[in-house]
């Protein structure tokens, strides 16, 4: 074993005391404490380490363009009408600048691997595709990112829609979306995109129910068609909000329902909170669907950023840990296994959701992609939004923020 590299003193899950993790070549070779060995290496100060943060859920092509729209209501329809007018005059390397931004952040914050939505259709055309299938052959040393084709304005109600989801599945996108709530015919919408899915042998990962209303919802359609396809476990919804509008004993069924289904969730709060509760005047519901309970009944469930200063989210900075804390608070966790639930909703959850269990982690074998948090634990992670120090992807280092100093009198 030649050992190129080697993360001293690292806390890892599961364990009491702090171990080395060595590189050979772009591969874990060994996990162990107090390896001896002559190469380089960093150390960790007894700080958590982990295979990296995921986002299931985010838009690159639509980030940064809140000062190209106007925001009046902040309801999911001026947000959707708002983008739609924007996209427009996008141009390809316009799309670039303002994703690219958001991937540099997104590393600087511990993130190894995202799954991004890009919408295409007549408006935006494949100029958003085209930006983003460039950004990820550019950034691959740094950050594995995933393409959504995405459906985001409807499809039996936008001609030439439908065709151009299938050359971009043919031109490289990794998996196809939809959002049915924007469609006058959601049950046909998610019907055909499942067909898109099972002709292309990819993936399927839909938005769901954006409102407060427990009923009418679809996703009892996606599920019915997951079965009906055999695609368990290669389905995942978002927001569906409807869900948090549901009594513990209405939840639990469709909960065990997800679960069979084999259909993961995701969970957007920055989002779900900005949209959902306008018509409140006190009380307002948080609207963000109760992960952990659905966690609790076998679902897989993650958290995500979503979007980044566009009218559907004003604000953001592609902080994964700053977004599990958020959720933390929203649903008043605060015990060690609690917390170290909901990070493994940005973790090891996730990479459940994009189907890179076997390989995702600091396992013997895997890959060399390793961040350290300035934490102890996980759960210590998450309850103090710890910053990201440092990363390897590959076994090649990715990033580096040094901690923050004192100059005392």
Not at 53 to 73: P, V
Not at 202 to 214: E, M, N
């Amino acid at each position: 074993m030649a050992i190129d590299f080697v993360v001293r003193n690292a806390r890892l899950a599961g364990s009491t005391e702090p171990t080395d993790i060595a590189f050979e070549a772009s591969r874990i070779a060994a996990i162990a404490p107090r390896i001896v060995c002559d190469a380089p290496h960093y150390d960790a100060r007894g700080k958590f380490a982990c295979g990296g943060l995921i986002e299931t859920h985010i838009h690159l092509d639509k980030a940064g363009i809140i000062g190209r729209c106007s925001l009046c209501t902040g309801t999911l329809a001026e947000a959707v009408s708002e983008t739609s007018r924007a996209k427009a005059a996008f141009t390809e390397e316009d799309v670039y600048a303002r994703a690219a931004a958001v991937v540099e952040k997104a590393i600087l914050n511990g993130t190894s691997r995202l799954r991004t939505f890009v919408e295409i259709d007549p408006r935006a055309g494949f100029r958003s595709f085209e930006a983003i299938r460039h950004l990820k052959a550019d950034y691959r040393d740094l950050i594995d990112i995933e393409i959504c084709a995405f459906a985001q304005e409807g499809l039996t109600n936008d001609p030439g829609t439908e065709e151009m989801l299938e050359q971009a599945l043919k031109a490289g996108a990794d998996l196809v979306g939809g959002c049915p709530y924007t469609d006058p015919e959601p049950a046909e919408h998610i019907r055909r995109i499942f067909d898109l899915a099972v002709r292309h042998d990819v993936a399927v990962d839909f938005h769901l129910d954006f409102d407060l209303d427990p009923s009418g919802s679809y996703l009892p359609d996606v599920i019915a068609e997951t079965v009906a396809r055999c695609y368990q476990g290669r389905v995942s919804v978002g927001h569906v909000t409807k869900l948090s509008a549901l009594r513990p004993e209405e939840l639990e069924p469709i909960g065990r329902a997800l679960a069979e289904a084999g259909v993961a969730l995701t969970v957007l709060p920055a989002t779900d909170l900005f949209l959902t509760g306008r018509n409140s005047t006190h009380l307002v519901p948080r609207g963000v669907t109760p992960a952990h309970r659905l966690a609790a009944l076998g679902v897989i469930t993650t958290i995500s950023t979503n979007n980044v200063l566009n009218p559907f989210t004003p604000f953001g900075d592609v902080n994964l840990m700053r977004m599990a804390n958020l959720y933390a608070n929203i649903s008043q966790i605060g015990t060690p296994n609690g917390l170290d639930e909901i990070f493994a909703m940005i973790t090891t959850q996730a990479a459940i959701l994009l189907g890179i269990e076997s390989s995702y982690g600091i396992a013997i074998g895997n890959a060399a992609d390793v961040v350290v948090l300035d934490a102890p634990s996980a759960a210590d992670a998450v309850a103090t939004i710890a910053p990201a120090l440092i990363g390897w992807k590959k076994g090649r280092r990715s990033f580096f923020r040094p901690q923050p100093q004192l100059f005392l009198a």
